[in-house]
């Protein structure tokens, strides 16, 4: 297939420092790549894949001490993907919402990864009016606020097997999280349960 991977502007694929979106986008890249697909990854030209790179913001905008409005980026970013769109067999956004004008007419041919939270009552409109766009989330529950969006399946961030290797004698004192630490996750009850057994 041909793949077209529609990445954020904020931090590099993969990221330098901070970017759990970023950091996903890159795995999900590389894999398809591996399996032997034909990925296109628009992204900052600082990112680094084994996909044909179209470089959107010439650094991740995060890290760009001149940028003030990352707008007029992502207008550029998704003017390229249009352009290019009849290239692909599938167009995989992971940047919200904000595609969803252009594209709403070829919604059989993309798909959006929702990788953040949905509980803001401005969302509910929006997917009303964009019904068509097929969305997957990252879990049951991110569904929750948005059930009746068009969602067509829930996949699991998931990180490369051999990245970590599970230690099966630990020697205790710590807890390890994998992922952003934010209150509705409740670290917090994972950490006191692990301090009181």
């Given at each position: 297939?041909k793949?077209?991977?529609?990445?954020?502007?904020?931090?590099?694929?993969?990221?330098?420092?901070y970017?759990?979106?970023?950091?996903?986008?890159?795995?999900?890249t590389?894999?398809?790549?591996?399996?032997?697909?034909?990925?296109?990854?628009?992204?900052?030209?600082?990112?680094?894949?084994?996909?044909?790179?179209?470089g959107c913001a010439?650094?991740?905008l995060r890290?760009?001490?001149?940028?003030?409005?990352?707008?007029?980026?992502?207008?550029?970013?998704?003017?390229?993907?249009?352009?290019?769109?009849?290239?692909?067999?599938?167009?995989?956004?992971?940047?919200?919402?904000?595609?969803?004008?252009?594209?709403?007419?070829?919604?059989?041919?993309?798909?959006?990864?929702?990788?953040?939270?949905?509980d803001?009552p401005?969302?509910k409109?929006l997917?009303?009016g964009?019904s068509?766009?097929?969305?997957?989330?990252i879990?049951?529950?991110?569904?929750?606020?948005v059930?009746?969006?068009?969602f067509?399946?829930?996949?699991?961030?998931?990180?490369?097997?051999?990245?970590?290797?599970?230690?099966?004698?630990?020697?205790?004192?710590?807890?390890a999280?994998?992922?952003?630490?934010s209150?509705?996750k409740?670290?917090?009850?994972?950490?006191r349960?692990?301090?009181?057994?």
């Open positions: 297939m793949i077209a991977q529609i990445a954020p502007l904020m931090e590099s694929v993969p990221p330098r420092l970017g759990g979106t970023e950091r996903i986008v890159s795995y999900l590389e894999e398809l790549v591996r399996l032997g697909h034909e990925v296109t990854l628009f992204a900052s030209a600082d990112s680094i894949t084994a996909a044909e790179l179209v010439s650094t991740a890290l760009d001490g001149n940028v003030r409005d990352r707008i007029p980026y992502y207008l550029l970013m998704l003017d390229r993907v249009r352009q290019l769109a009849e290239d692909f067999d599938i167009l995989h956004f992971h940047i919200d919402q904000f595609h969803f004008p252009l594209f709403a007419q070829m919604a059989d041919r993309t798909v959006t990864t929702l990788h953040g939270r949905q803001s401005d969302l409109p997917y009303l964009f068509e766009m097929p969305l997957v989330s879990s049951n529950d991110q569904r929750r606020p059930a009746n969006a068009n067509v399946a829930t996949i699991h961030h998931g990180i490369p097997t051999n990245l970590y290797k599970p230690v099966y004698n630990p020697r205790g004192g710590y807890v999280f994998l992922g952003r630490i209150p509705e409740r670290p917090d009850r994972a950490i349960r692990s301090a009181f057994p």
